[in-house]
């Protein structure tokens, strides 16, 4: 995706953060408010025309995110890799999953989701996935288990609740396993991550 997205308001365009995109527009956007100018200004302010009414508008925050969307990645083994997989959901999905590698999801409310559900499979030894808020040693707001699903082309859908964060957070998932070492097999690969709730939508 090349350019920003856009909301058109009374008087403009409004764009969000440059920081939220791509996921911002693809997957993770939390709910942000932005401010449209009104067409005229309240009689408080007649003095002055450049002052606005500020009216509110709401960025609706999308359900699904494609493993291969994150923003960074890193861990002590070089983080993950996106590989084509043509089965898998827009043909492709992460791998090469060690202990401790972790990917950065961009912006996300986990106030207004109550779980997240992942699209993984594993060959190798599975795992756990942690999801933390700001960065890969930030606040637990919940986990999950990959388990040995018997092939990389024979995905699960484990869930975690997310609890503990109130706004808009930067959102990592964690992938560990302490038996893993660089005699054993990769974790797990993972496709998609979906978020559910009343306020997840899209």
């Known amino acids: 995706m090349n350019r920003r997205p856009s909301i058109r308001g009374v008087l403009g365009s409004l764009l969000p953060p440059r920081d939220l ?3 911002a527009a693809l ?4 709910v942000l408010t932005f401010c ?3 067409s005229s200004p309240p009689r408080a302010h007649a003095a002055s025309s450049r002052t606005p009414a500020l009216v509110p508008v709401t960025w609706p925050q999308p359900a699904f995110c494609e493993a291969e969307w994150f923003t960074t990645t890193g861990g002590m083994h070089g983080g993950a890799v996106t590989e ?3 089965a898998d959901s827009g043909g492709r999905r992460i791998t090469e999953i060690e ?3 972790w990917i950065d999801l961009g912006a996300v409310s986990p106030a207004r989701v109550g779980s997240v559900t ?3 499979s594993s060959g190798g030894i599975g795992g ?3 999801f933390r808020a700001g960065s890969p040693a930030g606040p637990l707001l919940g986990s999950l288990t990959v388990p040995v699903t018997g092939g990389w082309d024979r995905p699960a859908s484990p869930a975690a609740r997310l609890t503990g964060a109130e706004g808009g957070v930067r959102l990592y998932a964690v992938f560990t396993n302490p038996a893993w070492s660089a005699g054993t097999a990769d974790l797990f690969a993972v ?3 979906r978020f559910d709730g009343p306020e997840a939508g899209g």
């Open 21 to 23: 995109v791509p996921l």
């Open 27 to 30: 997957a993770l956007c939390p």
């Open 36 to 38: 449209v100018l009104a």
């Open 84 to 86: 084509n997989r043509a």
């Open 99 to 101: 202990d401790g590698d």
């Open 118 to 120: 992942v699209r993984a």
């Open 128 to 130: 756990t996935v942690e």
């Open 191 to 193: 496709d998609w991550f």
